[in-house]
């Protein structure tokens, strides 16, 4: 009998699987996987930004309208609060119809800020709204 376990021994020994070959393949390919996928380029949206050109909106025909680095309303160089804003916007527009508001906006201005002045700058009637921002 001792001798009839033992060769159940060696079959049971024998038709186990070596899984080592089987990890170190998929370890090459998991290292392989990740070095190729720092090389490739990620999907993402061009954008083309216009050009300076000969038609700035802070030419003087349009109403311009500046936020400052501490979220100041500038308009025709005097502070504004931000709930006047509509009111100026309606009353220069009514001496030009055909003016647009240009927000010169400081880089460091909240959006918030830009995003009360534009819908009020629509509020007033006035759709061509365009935004430029400034480091000063």
């Given at each position: 009998?001792?001798h009839?376990?033992?060769?159940?021994?060696?079959?049971?020994?024998e038709?186990?699987i070596d899984?080592?070959?089987?990890?170190?393949?998929v370890?090459?390919?998991?290292i392989?996987f990740?070095?190729t996928?720092?090389f490739?380029?990620?999907?993402?949206i061009?954008?083309?930004?216009p050009?300076?050109?000969?038609n700035?909106?802070?030419?003087?025909?349009?109403?311009?309208?500046?936020?400052?680095?501490?979220n100041?309303?500038?308009?025709?160089?005097?502070?504004?609060?931000?709930?006047?804003?509509?009111?100026n916007?309606e009353?220069?527009h009514?001496?030009?119809?055909?003016?647009?508001?240009?927000?010169?906006a400081?880089n460091e201005?909240?959006?918030e800020v830009?995003?009360?002045?534009?819908?009020?700058?629509?509020?007033?009637?006035?759709?061509?709204?365009?935004?430029?921002?400034?480091?000063?």
């Amino acid at each position: 009998m001792r001798h009839l376990r033992g060769s159940q021994q060696e079959q049971a020994d024998e038709s186990e699987i070596d899984l080592t070959p089987m990890l170190d393949v998929v370890f090459i390919m998991l290292i392989f996987f990740i070095v190729t996928a720092s090389f490739l380029k990620e999907a993402g949206i061009e954008i083309n930004r216009p050009e300076d050109s000969q038609n700035d909106p802070s030419d003087s025909e349009n109403i311009l309208i500046q936020v400052t680095a501490n979220n100041e309303v500038w308009l025709n160089q005097r502070r504004i609060d931000i709930r006047a804003v509509r009111s100026n916007i309606e009353r220069l527009h009514a001496e030009n119809p055909e003016a647009a508001v240009a927000i010169s906006a400081h880089n460091e201005a909240l959006t918030e800020v830009y995003a009360e002045v534009a819908d009020a700058a629509r509020q007033a009637g006035v759709m061509d709204v365009s935004l430029k921002t400034n480091e000063d």
